[in-house]
């Protein structure tokens, strides 16, 4: 796979979020942004393409729709 | 662009003797030449002689309506869709596409990221009851390590999950795959894991 290099300015808080998820998912900093870049173009094509996201709470069975602005 | 991936030995059954071969990653004209007018002629022709989509099991040909073409162009649109191949003697032996943006069903692994093997195929001519002499043996083999290392370089632990056409089941299984249930109730084919550990003990045994 061919890569390219870039500088990420984060204030502290986006760094401690990132510092944490990426322990949380197991995976490195970078191996945890691409994967979320991978799932914003995933979720931002569904939305384009006239689908809808939503996130359910199993209890209630309450939608809430997940908006891409 | 289609890059090489590595080298990979498939028995030619025919000769009893391995064979170099390349893996490459992203699909090129000649992959999808291959597809258009030797893979897709005898999957057609093969399918033909089934009445329906269930009976073409018997035949190893249900997936005959596979568009290897569109899966390409959508792969080299979507990040996370991968596709790879497997080429030897100047044809395309094996075709497969993945998608890096599912998550784990497997209880020792649930939500965790994985590499889902949307699709996986080898060349009709190297199918047992598709042809009556299959040449290459080790395509698909080859092409589930691949999905397993990609998982690995991206961090997933060698994760990895499919939907498995009835004729498949026994050899993902086979090959290390655990059936799990699949909560929507929508696909009709079997789900099956393959957990980090098992993707590790895989790869040992390929070596």
């Keep these: 796979m061919d890569r390219k290099q870039m500088t990420l300015v984060l204030s502290d808080k986006e760094m401690t979020l990132l510092d944490e998820l990426a322990e949380h998912r197991g995976m490195s900093k970078t191996a945890l942004v691409r994967q979320a870049l991978r799932l914003y173009q995933s979720v931002t094509e569904r939305i384009e393409g006239g689908e809808k996201v939503f996130v359910e709470r199993p209890a209630t069975k309450e939608k809430t729709e997940l908006m891409v602005l | ?207």
Aim: proline share 5%; glycine share 6%; net charge negative.
């Design chain 2, 1 to 207: 662009m289609k890059q090489v991936v590595g080298p990979v030995d498939l028995l030619n059954r025919h000769t009893s003797v391995f064979e170099e071969a390349c893996i490459v990653h992203g699909l090129d004209e000649l992959n999808l030449d291959d597809f258009e007018r030797h893979w897709q002629p005898m999957l057609q022709a093969r399918r033909a002689e089934f009445p329906d989509y269930a009976a073409a099991c018997a035949g190893n040909v249900q997936d005959w309506h596979w568009d290897w073409v569109f899966e390409s162009y959508k792969a080299q649109h979507t990040l996370g869709y991968d596709t790879f191949g497997i080429e030897c003697d100047g044809r395309t032996q094996a075709l497969m596409v993945v998608d890096s943006n599912q998550f784990a069903l497997h209880p020792s692994q649930q939500r965790k990221e994985l590499v889902h093997i949307a699709r996986l195929a080898t060349a009709p001519w190297n199918r047992t009851k598709t042809v009556e002499h299959p040449k290459y043996k080790g395509a698909g083999r080859a092409l589930v390590a691949t999905a397993i290392s990609l998982s690995i370089e991206l961090e997933f632990g060698g994760r990895v999950g499919l939907h498995a056409l009835p004729q498949s089941e026994d050899w993902y299984r086979r090959c290390g795959f655990f059936e799990v249930p699949d909560p929507n109730p929508k696909n009709t084919l079997k789900y099956f894991e393959m957990t980090a550990d098992a993707a590790a003990k895989f790869l040992q045994e390929g070596e």
